[in-house]
């Protein structure tokens, strides 16, 4: 019966305008038979040619036949989980959804330490990061009411993705009221529009996920008008938009687009009721008459779904997906908020606790007796970062952006060298009270190759910053105070400063301290002069006295 529903499927998949040969062959193999021949389709054959539509077209085949596949999941579908998904079996895995003006702001930056590609805001936060492992199987989802800005994103990355989908199915406010996700749903001119521009102009496969309307007319009246773009494939979440996931998911939908299509349906939205092990994947595909499945929560609790042989224990999916997160320096915070999913209940145990109360990835890994495994590994990454820092120190300096106005110099904070009740800071900041200005404020980025952090303070509209990267971000504000206080020549918390003064005041002879940290740290030329507020101290009175 399955069986026959499959050659249905196929039959139609073949008459497809846009399937693929790839997806052609495939589609005649049954899904069990492909499942029983191991890790499947690792066969990509790189295409190039002329496609129907006259363009140059360099792609790889990306087939939706018969794929068993990770959804896209916000906070959770980073790197680590992607990779482990596709251990335990996944032969598709989507990333979270990105919103398409966040990733027109970055820059792809080749990452030698950890072999990844990043995509990096102006923030230097990393937005999206993959690698070569998941190069032909990773689907980047985008969030977009826009259909050139949906291309230009589309462009940026389809030289390191699989393929490309666009979200029409989050029915989240902060998706919706900017046109995006959900919303698209009611609009399908937009709909159309965006689809179609991204057919022509990108050499990907273009996909969605859309959530079914509360009529099934509408429903696949809304389809056959997407398949018309020429999208290879359409995911279907079987939930109205306002529905959640208690809510019952409507098979008998997913069944009828399914029918009505010619290209493959990847049917979604059975975790917890109908999908809770490997076997249950494919009943859920057989109730949908969907050629794919795609799973979310399910994968999310845990990974090991999309193993043929069953479950894997959590102890050994959380140590596997740790390792994971650390080889490719995942954000702490992300690691942790996707091991609080998996463990759920457990979050009580002794070791859930440690997770909660862990605020590092280092933490992270003493919680689960992996302390040994993130030295190791952090050594090696750091000595990885040193040698590339070695063989490139001229990429490492200032980038080349416009930062003009920026008033800069060359320095770091010793603690040290300063009191502990004392610090540049605080100085600041005191000094800003008295000269009744708005608090400073720290604005800090950190940059991805060796994940050192720098500052820049703002005080009474003007910007100040330290050429050199600090190994905390407290410490590059701290630098960041520093330059402001010294080019408006105040006192900024030195230990030796109270002596220096009455050195300096014996003397007369203010630049004679040639071995003061400041003889060895010059402004940036031309800065020193930039004083955009008074400069106190001109006396020899401190305006910090009283402290
Ligand atoms: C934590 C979480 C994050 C999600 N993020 C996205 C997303 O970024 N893009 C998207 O299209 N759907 C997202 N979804 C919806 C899922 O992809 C999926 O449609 C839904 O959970 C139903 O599938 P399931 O029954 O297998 O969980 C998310 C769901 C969860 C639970």
Same mark, same amino acid.
């Given at each position: 019966? #399955?069986?026959?529903?499959?050659?249905?499927?196929?039959?139609?998949?073949?008459?497809?305008?846009?399937?693929?040969?790839?997806?052609?062959? !495939?589609?005649?193999?049954?899904?069990?038979?492909?499942?029983?021949?191991?890790?499947?389709?690792?066969?990509?054959?790189?295409?190039?040619?002329? %496609?129907?539509?006259?363009?140059?077209?360099?792609?790889?085949?990306? @087939?939706?036949?018969?794929?068993?596949?990770?959804?896209?999941?916000?906070?959770?579908?980073?790197?680590?989980?992607?990779?482990?998904?596709?251990?335990?079996?996944?032969?598709?895995?989507? @990333? !979270?959804?990105?919103?398409?003006?966040?990733?027109?702001?970055?820059?792809?930056?080749?990452?030698?330490?950890?072999?990844?590609?990043?995509?990096?805001?102006? /923030?230097?936060?990393?937005?999206?990061?993959?690698?070569?492992?998941?190069?032909?199987?990773?689907?980047?989802?985008?969030?977009?009411?826009?259909?050139?800005?949906?291309?230009?994103?589309?462009?940026?990355?389809?030289?390191?993705?699989?393929?490309?989908?666009?979200?029409?199915?989050?029915?989240?406010? =902060?998706?919706?009221? +900017?046109?995006?996700?959900?919303?698209?749903?009611?609009? $399908?001119?937009?709909?159309?529009?965006?689809?179609?521009?991204?057919?022509? +102009?990108?050499?990907?496969?273009?996909?969605?996920?859309?959530?079914?309307?509360? %009529?099934?007319?509408?429903?696949?009246?809304?389809?056959?008008?997407?398949?018309?773009?020429?999208?290879?494939?359409?995911?279907?979440?079987?939930?109205?938009?306002?529905?959640?996931?208690?809510?019952?998911?409507?098979?008998?939908?997913?069944?009828?687009?399914?029918?009505?299509?010619?290209?493959?349906?990847?049917?979604? +939205?059975?975790?917890?009721?109908?999908?809770?092990?490997?076997?249950?994947?494919? /009943?859920?595909?057989?109730?949908? #008459? #969907?050629?794919? &499945?795609?799973?979310?929560?399910?994968?999310?609790?845990?990974?090991?779904?999309?193993?043929?042989?069953?479950?894997? $224990?959590?102890?050994?999916?959380?140590?596997?997906?740790?390792? =994971?997160? &650390?080889?490719?320096?995942?954000?702490?915070?992300?690691?942790?908020?996707?091991?609080?999913?998996?463990?759920?209940?457990?979050?009580?145990?002794?070791?859930?606790?440690?997770?909660?109360?862990?605020?590092?990835?280092?933490?992270?890994?003493?919680?689960? +007796?992996?302390?040994?495994?993130?030295?190791?590994?952090?050594?090696?990454?750091?000595?990885?970062?040193?040698?590339?820092?070695?063989?490139?120190?001229?990429?490492?300096?200032?980038?080349?952006?416009?930062?003009?106005?920026?008033?800069?110099?060359?320095?770091?904070?010793?603690?040290?060298?300063? %009191?502990?009740?004392?610090?540049?800071?605080? @100085?600041?900041?005191?000094?800003?009270?008295?000269?009744?200005?708005?608090?400073?404020?720290?604005?800090?980025?950190?940059?991805?190759?060796?994940?050192?952090?720098?500052?820049?303070?703002?005080?009474? !509209?003007?910007?100040?910053?330290?050429?050199?990267?600090?190994?905390?971000?407290?410490?590059?504000?701290?630098?960041?105070?520093?330059?402001?206080?010294?080019?408006?020549?105040?006192? !900024?918390?030195?230990?030796?400063?109270?002596?220096?003064?009455?050195?300096?005041?014996?003397?007369? #002879?203010?630049?004679?301290? $040639?071995?003061?940290?400041?003889?060895?740290?010059?402004?940036?030329?031309?800065?020193?002069?930039?004083?955009?507020? &008074?400069?106190?101290?001109?006396?020899?009175?401190?305006?910090?006295?009283?402290?």
């Amino acid at each position: 019966m #399955a069986l026959g529903r499959r050659t249905a499927v196929t039959s139609r998949a073949r008459r497809a305008p846009q399937t693929v040969a790839g997806e052609a062959q !495939e589609g005649t193999r049954n899904w069990r038979t492909l499942r029983e021949g191991g890790s499947i389709h690792r066969v990509q054959q790189q295409q190039r040619g002329w %496609s129907r539509r006259g363009m140059m077209v360099n792609s790889l085949s990306l @087939c939706y036949h018969n794929k068993l596949i990770l959804a896209p999941m916000v906070r959770v579908g980073t790197l680590p989980m992607r990779l482990l998904a596709l251990d335990y079996g996944a032969d598709i895995v989507y @990333c !979270e959804e990105l919103i398409d003006l966040k990733m027109l702001q970055c820059k792809r930056v080749v990452n030698e330490v950890l072999s990844t590609v990043d995509f990096v805001a102006p /923030d230097d936060r990393v937005v999206f990061r993959t690698c070569q492992r998941e190069r032909s199987k990773v689907v980047f989802q985008m969030g977009t009411s826009d259909a050139e800005q949906a291309l230009a994103v589309a462009r940026l990355v389809e030289n390191d993705v699989a393929g490309i989908d666009i979200n029409m199915g989050c029915p989240k406010e =902060y998706s919706t009221k +900017g046109g995006m996700g959900a919303a698209l749903l009611s609009d $399908p001119d937009k709909i159309e529009k965006i689809l179609s521009t991204l057919v022509k +102009g990108t050499s990907r496969p273009v996909t969605c996920k859309i959530r079914i309307l509360p %009529s099934l007319e509408d429903t696949l009246n809304l389809v056959k008008r997407i398949e018309r773009t020429g999208i290879a494939a359409i995911a279907v979440h079987g939930r109205k938009r306002e529905e959640r996931p208690q809510h019952p998911v409507s098979c008998e939908t997913i069944k009828a687009i399914a029918e009505t299509l010619s290209i493959p349906v990847i049917a979604n +939205g059975g975790s917890h009721d109908h999908i809770q092990n490997y076997l249950d994947i494919e /009943d859920f595909r057989q109730a949908t #008459a #969907a050629s794919s &499945v795609m799973v979310a929560r399910a994968a999310m609790w845990n990974p090991s779904i999309f193993l043929r042989e069953g479950l894997r $224990p959590l102890e050994e999916v959380t140590q596997k997906y740790i390792r =994971y997160a &650390v080889q490719y320096d995942n954000h702490y915070t992300n690691t942790k908020h996707c091991l609080c999913q998996m463990l759920r209940e457990q979050l009580e145990s002794p070791q859930g606790k440690l997770l909660h109360a862990a605020q590092s990835s280092r933490e992270i890994c003493e919680a689960f +007796g992996l302390g040994a495994f993130y030295e190791e590994t952090t050594r090696e990454l750091d000595s990885r970062r040193a040698e590339v820092l070695a063989r490139t120190p001229a990429e490492l300096e200032e980038p080349a952006e416009d930062t003009s106005g920026v008033i800069k110099m060359a320095v770091k904070f010793d603690r040290r060298a300063y %009191s502990p009740q004392i610090t540049p800071k605080m @100085c600041l900041l005191e000094w800003c009270r008295r000269e009744k200005l708005a608090q400073p404020v720290y604005e800090t980025v950190q940059r991805p190759l060796d994940r050192l952090f720098r500052s820049v303070v703002t005080v009474a !509209e003007h910007k100040y910053q330290s050429t050199l990267w600090d190994k905390s971000k407290k410490l590059a504000e701290q630098a960041a105070a520093i330059v402001c206080l010294r080019s408006q020549g105040l006192p !900024e918390g030195r230990l030796s400063e109270e002596s220096l003064s009455l050195h300096k005041r014996k003397r007369e #002879a203010p630049d004679q301290d $040639p071995g003061g940290p400041r003889a060895q740290e010059p402004a940036v030329p031309g800065e020193l002069c930039k004083k955009p507020f &008074v400069t106190l101290g001109s006396g020899d009175e401190s305006p910090l006295e009283g402290w």
